[in-house]
């Protein structure tokens, strides 16, 4: 299976070579009704996946002279990788490539593909086409020849042909097997399937009845681009559904409570929808990933109403961020009927899990339902809030310092449930001061706090004397578990400070104003880098232990790892239906 | 040269090794001493200490050691890290680290001394104290210092300092001891396990130390002495009398002329041969050694080494290698680099997980390495350590190794390892057969060395030190 992959590679990646210098030639091919059409117009009907990346010499000029590029371009580690043999040999090949030719390798890159490539898979042969339009096929002819050239004398050496040929109607076709190619005027044409290479033939000789372009899904999927991407994709979901080659998509349930939590509701879609897009832009400042799908409210099962809301409509808060917010996720998800609806959305092993905890967490809620009553007091705006601690003028220092996290929310019947909250919480921190006496761990000090006139509920260990200037504390120094409360909010923290700064934050905000998203989340790298370098003889230790470093290699490569992190701002996540539509969205923020 | 131990003149024993044209100073004795004083030698290391007289060598040795042992790992950045884990098993990753990355005295700049490593390690089994009952990787921590601190030095002052460890009396449930109820535990594993060996004190004897200890506990993991709870009666201990406290108690039991014979008996056993023990002629002038420079272990363990009994042939390829030297061995004589984690666990599954001893006897040795269970588990962890993805020799291939030392053709790949890891060598049919073997397998050249290598370490001769 191996060899044969390489086989097809090899014969891809000849025929890239060959159409760089050969496409020309085919120019004068009798009978051609390729030139005015685009990829699209040549592709069977019947495919059900096709990628188009537009612009490839654009993207190439993007990523290049990209600052994430240049600052790489300066590290020591990549002048190190350019000095090894092999990649010197490489560079040696290329040379003599480029002079045989007459032009340096981007410029033929830029010739062969700058017409755009488009890849994809057509269900009635089962194959794989790529077809890649070339820009200038005169220019590359006279080194198309050079290039056969020494593809002959390489081959006489090894005794093979790379590329024998056939006849296709006046086509030469090369390769052999699952791999074969023809230049068909300024087309280059790759597949793995005889049948569709001649499809194609026919297609560019003859002209085309029907194609993909005619699909309705795919020009209705066509419709939804937005701007101008780097790379677009559409893929028929719903024949690769009904062909049953997606058994994993038939099933209601997911793997664990966190899955269904993230992504319950894209599955529930999956099932439902025609076809899925997705959309890469890269600019300079920017990478971001788009996927989307055609979405109704009727498509959502009962069960899943937590996800979206009523008709679809859940939105989720803006989310609550400080100065020192590493990653802030909000959300719309109404947990209490998550939690009432499992036996719907998981296994049994899961179901009993949660019976188990059920039944433990109605004890600890004093005899409360804890899906009814607890969960059920929550509105549907979750937040979790994680934010970089500052330790400059605190002590006792933990060794290992970690970032500070909280769950925020809101009260549906604040008096009510802020009572039972509060008196969960003291009898928990009680609970571990008992778990933590037989255990000869320190023990929580609890205290009631008043900030900005709203209580707040606070456990900070006691120190021993030697602890109170300890610049290298226990981990249990990083936590000082707070339930706060400003109007119907409450906040779950693992830390004072955090609390307090998240009473601050919500104070005076504009309730009325939510996101369209149904979630979203935001990294906040250059934070996330702080905290790491905050670790950084940590992390050091760990690599000497784990990858066997030394401490010069162990340094070498957790700088690496910052500088890194440091060529990011943020990475952002949105979830929203909107315009009939469930769309995703990844997108990476990079230093200018 | 008798071939029976009991009959080897002391005198000969003792005596500082001098190489001759029948016993050479080589490579393949450099590699014995090595292997006993630490955890081998790469075949650099092997090439510099040839040149070298090896009395000057042991010498230097001991001295790197003693120098090392005055530095506070404390201030070792990995083990702050590892410490702030609160995980011991971490610890052990960090104590292994230290062994493999322990370098022979030499040009380069000090680093970790394999034998302060190997002592510490001898240490640790004598006064065993399991990590898994202290619960306080701080604790463990403060005890590895101890026995580190002392190691090369005062056999007293480390007797009297691992009575008053937290980690020590938590161990021995002796973290409470009060007048009442004295704890006769502490008291008879001073007596049997650490400083006397059975036969040479009676119940009455530890009776009576135990209340010299009544008041001594463990408050927030720190010693204290609490006078209201010490018995300050008049005590009987070893032919003694006096209202004696733990330090007078102590003082009475190291004055025991079972002491030296005891310790040296341990020694011996550590670091020349499993069996038998040692006969009392050749342990008396150690034990007089010791007693003469008032319980300095250093000067003991340089005769030891140096002597001409440690490179006969009563002490090479007379001990089974301890799992810790098998898998650091390993590793150390190919210039190797692991995951440290995966090592531990593997060191554990074939039962010598450091800083977990089984009990207060600490392990066993000798034979009891090797069962039917832990004979494929050595082999077994071998061949995980050679073809794990972090796994790396001097910073690449087994090839690149190979390649480096001109062995990368089988037989003289063969020739070199068996000269580096076995202290009996092979003989020419099952060098054969290891050549035909490396001739049969398939892969890349670094995958057949290590299959190589894995394949060795399946003969008998791969596991004695």
Known sequence: MKRRRQSVLTTLFCGLLWSTFYSGAASAQPGLQSEERSALDLLPPGCVAVVEIAHPDQLLTTLTEHAVWKKILKQPEYHAAVSNPGYLMFLGIRTHIETQIGMSWREAYDTVLGGGVTIAFDQETQGVVTLIRSRDAGKLQSAAKKLIELGRQDAKFKGKDPLPEVDYRGITVYGKDDGRFAIVGPWLVMVNKNKLGQKLIDTLLDGSVDSVSDNKQFANARTTISGEPTVWGWFDVSTVRDAGLAKGLEKNQTPNPAVELLAGGVLTNIRQTPYITAALYVSPESTRLQLAAPHKAEWVEEFREYWFGPDGSGAAEPPLETDSTILSLSTYRKVSDMWLRAGDLFDERINDQLAKADANLTTLFSGKDFGEDILGSFSPHLQLIVNRQNFENVFPKPAIRLPSFALAGRLESAEETRTELRRTFQSFVGFLNVIGAMEGNPQLDQDIEIHRDNKIYTATFVLEPSEKTSERAKIQFNFSPTLAFADDRFFIASTKQLAKDLVDASHGEQRTERAASNTVARLDTEKLGQVLDDNREHLIAQNMIKEGHDRGEAERQIHILLELLSLLREVSFDVRTTDGLLKLELAIQTQK | ?465
Not at chain 2, 119 to 130: E, I, N, R, Y
Not at chain 2, 348 to 357: K, L, N, R, S
Not at chain 2, 372 to 395: M, P, Q, W, Y
Request: hydrophobic share 40%.
């Open chain 2, 1 to 465: 040269m008798s071939n029976d131990i009991m009959a080897v003149d002391p005198g000969w024993a003792w005596a500082p090794f001098e190489p001759s044209a029948e016993q050479p100073w080589n490579r393949r004795r450099a590699a014995h001493l090595c292997r006993r004083a630490g955890f081998g030698a790469t075949s650099e290391e092997l090439d510099r200490i040839v040149k070298t007289d090896p009395t000057d060598f042991v010498a230097s040795v001991i001295r790197q050691a003693t120098a090392a042992a005055q530095i506070d790992p404390a201030a070792d950045a990995l083990a702050t890290a590892m410490l702030a884990t609160g995980n011991s098993k971490n610890l052990a990753a960090w104590w292994l680290y230290r062994m493999l990355n322990s370098q022979w005295p030499g040009d380069n700049a000090p680093s970790h001394s394999p034998l302060l490593e190997k002592l510490a390690l001898f240490w640790h089994g004598h006064f065993a104290t399991g990590a898994d009952k202290v619960d306080d990787v701080e604790m463990m921590f403060d005890q590895n210092r101890l026995l580190r601190r002392h190691a090369v030095g005062d056999l007293g002052t480390m007797v009297l300092e691992i009575s008053r460890n937290p980690a020590m009396l938590v161990y021995l449930d002796s973290a409470t001891n009060r007048k009442a109820h004295p704890n006769e535990n502490f008291a008879r594993e001073i007596m049997e396990l650490f400083c006397l060996g059975e036969g040479n004190y009676s119940e009455r004897d530890i009776q009576e130390l135990a209340r010299c200890f009544t008041g001594w506990e463990v408050r927030r993991n720190s010693f204290r002495f609490n006078r209201f709870q010490h018995d300050t009666g008049s005590k009987s201990i070893l032919g003694e009398t006096g209202a004696f406290g733990g330090e007078e108690g102590i003082a009475v039991v190291l004055k025991q002329k079972a002491l030296p014979r005891f310790i040296v008996g341990k020694l011996i056993r550590f670091f020349m041969f499993d069996e038998p023990s040692a006969p009392e002629q050749l342990v008396e002038p150690l034990a007089q050694l010791l007693r003469r420079s008032d319980l300095q272990i250093g000067p003991v363990i340089e005769r030891i080494l140096a002597s001409n009994l440690f490179h006969s042939s009563f002490a090479v390829g007379r001990k089974v290698r301890s799992p810790v030297e098998l898998g650091i061995g390993l590793l150390r004589c190919l210039h190797g680099s692991s995951n440290l984690e995966l090592v531990a666990r593997g060191l554990d599954e074939i039962g010598q997980a450091v800083f977990y001893p089984p009990n207060v006897k600490g392990w066993d040795g000798g034979r009891s390495w090797i069962n039917t269970s832990t004979l494929l588990g050595r082999s077994n962890l071998v061949g995980e350590i050679l073809r794990h993805d972090k796994t790396r020799f001097a910073g690449q291939s087994l090839e690149s190794l190979a390649t480096r030392y001109g062995v990368a053709s089988p037989p003289k790949l063969i020739e070199w390892l068996d000269e580096l890891f076995l202290a009996a060598p092979l003989g020419t049919r099952a060098k054969q057969e290891l050549v035909e073997f490396a001739a049969q397998t398939s892969g890349n050249s670094s995958r057949r060395i290590a299959e190589l290598i894995h394949t060795l370490s399946t003969v008998p001769q791969f596991h004695l030190a």
